[in-house]
């Protein structure tokens, strides 16, 4: 079917930098939109950006002018970089992408998730 894998996460100072990748792979026809989601510890999972197949992207407010998405259409795979980090942004990043399968059907995937931890 598809897989999601996620690279990029570790742990940096508030400040830094990090970038994830996601790389969508397996009986793809398209994609229509990937995008990163995140949950950190006792709060519910949430939408931090997303864009879509026809470049059109959406962020949350918290990580507006810090990080922005981007797409490698040719390689299925999709990019979060994520600048002037904060502690509040510590959580398990994870992957989603709506994908039409070559059978035609269309399903939601999930990446395993990586883990962010940003230090005071």
């Known amino acids: 079917q598809v897989q999601l894998a996620e690279s990029g996460g570790g742990s940096v100072q508030a400040g830094g930098s990090l970038r994830l990748s996601c790389a969508a792979s397996?009986?793809?026809?398209?994609?229509?939109?990937m995008g990163w989601y995140r949950q950190a510890p006792g709060k519910q999972r949430e939408l931090v950006a997303a864009?879509?197949?026809?470049?059109?992207?959406n962020y949350a407010d918290s990580v507006k002018g810090r990080f922005t998405i981007s797409r490698d259409n040719a390689k299925n795979t999709v990019y979060l970089q994520m600048n002037s980090l904060k502690p509040e942004d510590t959580a398990v990043y994870y992957c989603n992408a709506v994908i039409r399968l070559t059978t035609r059907a269309t399903s939601d995937y999930w990446g395993q998730g990586t883990q962010v931890t940003v230090s005071p």
């Open positions: 397996g009986s793809i026809f398209s994609i229509n939109a």
């Open positions: 864009t879509t197949n026809g470049g059109s992207t």
